[in-house]
């Protein structure tokens, strides 16, 4: 069974500039989640979809934050302008169902460092 | 505020030994209280998951023991390894896998 797929793995920007993260969920998971995860810390929920609709999105940073998931499948998270606060692991993470799953299924993340 | 206070920060066991990491929560909702582990460079993994109807859940070496009453859970590694070497979060939800809120972790090193 294929994991979740994240790209780029590492992206290093300018405060002010604009970057963009890639995630492919298990196939068959309609549940989507984007999480920070700053160092030395737990995971953070920013977002969460259940196929292409957004069930809650309350700890995202809206002024500078937006995601999408347009076909229900993969799922773009952007930041425009980063901040230097931003320097983080942003990790995806998918599950069966948001009724029905437990199970989190995490990918490796893409660790952005804003100069 | 955090949700979930987790302690302690960092853990060192000898091979054979055994790791405690305790969490403790506030919010008397939640009904849902995993633990996962996370390897450097690598998204956390799900270890094993408790529901506050049972005090205790076992899964091989790894055991959750949980008290409701003091709004507390631990997880105990049994004859720790050195693969065991990594970090862990305790995380909690009401709703399943649904909006958790994870604890700062614990960084566990093993020493053969």
């Known amino acids: 069974e294929a994991g979740v797929a994240q790209s780029p793995r590492y992206k290093i920007i300018e405060k002010r500039q604009s970057v963009a993260f890639w995630c492919n969920p298990i196939s068959g998971h309609a549940t989507l989640y984007w999480y920070q995860q700053i160092l030395g810390q737990g995971p953070k929920l920013l977002i969460q979809?259940?196929?292409?609709?957004?069930?809650?999105d309350s700890q995202l940073p809206k002024d500078r934050f937006s995601a999408e998931r347009l076909k229900g499948v993969d799922s773009t998270l952007k930041i425009q302008p980063a901040k230097l606060e931003d320097s983080a692991v942003y990790l995806c993470?998918?599950?069966?169902?948001?009724?029905?799953?437990?199970?989190?299924?995490f990918g490796s993340g893409t660790q952005l460092s804003v100069l | 505020q955090q949700q979930v206070k987790q302690s302690p920060q960092s853990l060192i066991v000898q091979k054979g030994g055994i790791s405690i990491i305790n969490c403790a929560y506030e919010n008397t909702a939640f009904d849902y209280f995993p633990w996962y582990q996370q390897f450097p460079g690598k998204g956390p993994a799900l270890l094993i998951a408790i529901r506050p109807d049972v005090s205790e859940k076992k899964e091989g070496r790894f055991t959750i023991s949980f008290n409701k009453s003091a709004k507390q859970f631990s997880l105990h590694i049994m004859d720790s390894q050195p693969g065991d070497s990594a970090t862990y979060f305790c995380?909690?939800?009401?709703?399943?896998?649904?909006?958790?809120?994870f604890g700062t972790g614990t960084r566990l090193t093993v020493i053969p």
């Open positions: 993470a998918s599950s069966l169902d948001w009724l029905q799953g437990e199970k989190l299924f």
């Open positions: 995380a909690a939800s009401n709703s399943g896998a649904n909006n958790l809120f």
């Open positions: 979809f259940q196929n292409n609709g957004v069930v809650d």
